[in-house]
């Protein structure tokens, strides 16, 4: 069965560097997602990307993030420079259509530590 | 505005006795509900969905949920648990906003199976 992949699995950072986090969604997926989780918090969308364009943010988004589809597999999220508050898990999600009874695909996460 | 409660954080069963999850939503339309559940260092992966069909869901690996309108409900139910079923569950709705969608989680039910 196709599966969304992430990496790395864990990356551990200092504040202030850059970091991109990677995704190779479902390969005929079109749209793409981003999702990220404090440590006891909840899952937080952050933003959906399709036709290579940012289709929807939330208030968490800011001029730090930024996502890319560099070729037709990997969907990048990158954070400029990153915040003690980045520190969390990252979640990646694709579905074929972008309906609201659409079934989001995850990937198994990125653990995110910022030093 | 749109909401999403799991009303336990943590729920201990022992093996072939039922369980239930509860979630409660609001909602401002017709809104798509998920059961997502996650294992440890793999992926959410969908149980079951309801989209306005049936409001009994039938869903993988004995698990089903029934949307209840008049409660704002969604639980998730199945008759006798087995020991592979530990593991974080997640109530998700999916609820139509101006110009899109918008996908809330829940906090996230964690689940104990005791032999």
């Known amino acids: 069965e196709p599966e969304v992949t992430q990496t790395p699995s864990h990356q551990v950072t200092q504040m202030g560097q850059e970091v991109i986090l990677r995704c190779v969604p479902i390969s005929n997926h079109l749209y793409f997602y981003w999702y990220r989780q404090i440590l006891g918090q909840k899952v937080e969308f952050l933003v959906s990307f399709y036709n290579n364009e940012i289709s929807e943010k939330s208030e968490i988004f800011d001029d730090q993030f930024s996502v890319e589809r560099p070729d037709g597999s990997n969907f990048t999220l990158k954070i400029r420079s990153t915040k003690l508050e980045d520190s969390a898990m990252y979640f990646c999600?694709?579905?074929?259509?972008?309906?609201?009874?659409?079934?989001?695909?995850f990937g198994p996460g990125t653990r995110l530590l910022v030093l | 505005a749109q909401s999403v409660t799991q009303l336990d954080s943590h729920v201990s069963v022992s093996e072939g006795t039922p369980v239930l999850l509860r979630c409660n939503y609001s909602s401002s339309y017709s809104p798509s509900l998920f059961w997502y559940v996650q294992h440890p260092n793999k992926g959410l992966q969908l149980l079951l969905k309801y989209t306005s069909a049936a409001t009994l869901v039938k869903g993988i690996n004995g698990f089903e949920a029934e949307f209840k309108k008049s409660e704002t409900s969604f639980h998730l139910t199945k008759p006798s648990a087995h020991m592979s079923d530990a593991a974080e569950y997640f109530c998700?709705?999916?609820?139509?906003?101006?110009?899109?969608?918008?996908?809330?989680f829940g906090a996230g039910t964690r689940l104990f199976v005791k032999a």
């Open positions: 999600a694709s579905t074929l259509a972008g309906e609201q009874s659409e079934t989001q695909y």
């Open positions: 998700v709705v999916s609820d139509l906003v101006t110009g899109g969608f918008k996908t809330i």
